[in-house]
Structures are given as structure tokens and as C-alpha cells.
């Protein structure tokens, strides 16, 4: 079992960043695809970015070119690097660990952004 724990979260106005950081209890090393998702009350979780164990990345088409997705095996962390936010950002973002036959979740940290 992996334990995430996200943080980083917070209210930024728009045109600002944040980075989230997750930290897993255990290693990451052998997780296929380490992601970040989020949600906002009566819609879906989204997946915003992932990366896998060779370091490819995939981004949602809203968030290309602002947001970047890095993990780093050695201290068991996956960070998102959020640039240029917009009010249309703000949703708690989650943490996602997938295994395949098994998916994990953090949390979430809250992330508002204010126009």
C-alpha cells in the first residue's frame, strides 16, 4: 500500500503559481504512472498530468505550456509546477499513484485562484 500526501495548495491570484508536491510513504520507483487529478463540487476528477517511470508526460489540453509535471524517484515525490493560473484552475488537486491493478489517492489540497 502507498500513502500519498499532497501540499502546496493555497489562494493565489490569477497570473500567479503555486507547486504542489506529493509524498509517498513508500517508493515510487516501480509505479508506472504517478499523476495529478482534480475536481470541483458536481464534476468529474480530471486528470491534469501524469508522467511515467521513463518520464513521459501527458497534459490536459487546459494546462499545456503552463503547467509541468516532475517526479523524483530517489525521494519518493511528485511535484506540479503550476505557472500563469486562472480563476479556472481553482479545484482540489489529487495525487494519483497507478499501478495498474491498483490506483491510489491522496487527500487533495485546495487550490483557489482569485481574478
Known amino acids: 500500500q502507498v500513502q500519498l500526501v499532497e501540499s502546496g495548495g493555497g489562494l493565489v491570484q490569477a497570473g500567479g503559481s503555486l507547486r504542489l508536491s506529493c509524498a509517498a510513504s513508500?517508493?515510487?520507483?516501480?509505479?508506472?504512472?504517478m499523476g495529478w487529478y482534480r475536481q470541483t463540487p458536481g464534476k468529474q476528477r480530471e486528470l491534469v498530468a501524469s508522467?511515467?517511470?521513463?518520464?513521459?508526460?501527458n497534459y490536459a489540453d487546459s494546462v499545456k505550456g503552463r503547467f509541468t509535471i516532475s517526479r523524483d524517484n530517489a525521494k519518493n515525490t511528485v511535484s506540479l509546477q503550476m505557472n500563469s493560473l486562472k480563476p479556472e484552475d481553482t479545484a482540489v488537486y489529487y495525487c494519483?499513484?497507478?499501478?495498474?491493478?491498483?490506483?491510489?489517492w491522496g487527500q487533495g489540497t485546495q487550490v483557489t485562484v482569485s481574478s
Open positions: 494519483n499513484a497507478n499501478k495498474g491493478v491498483i490506483v491510489y
Open positions: 508522467i511515467t517511470t521513463g518520464g513521459s508526460t
Open positions: 513508500r517508493s515510487i520507483f516501480s509505479i508506472n504512472v
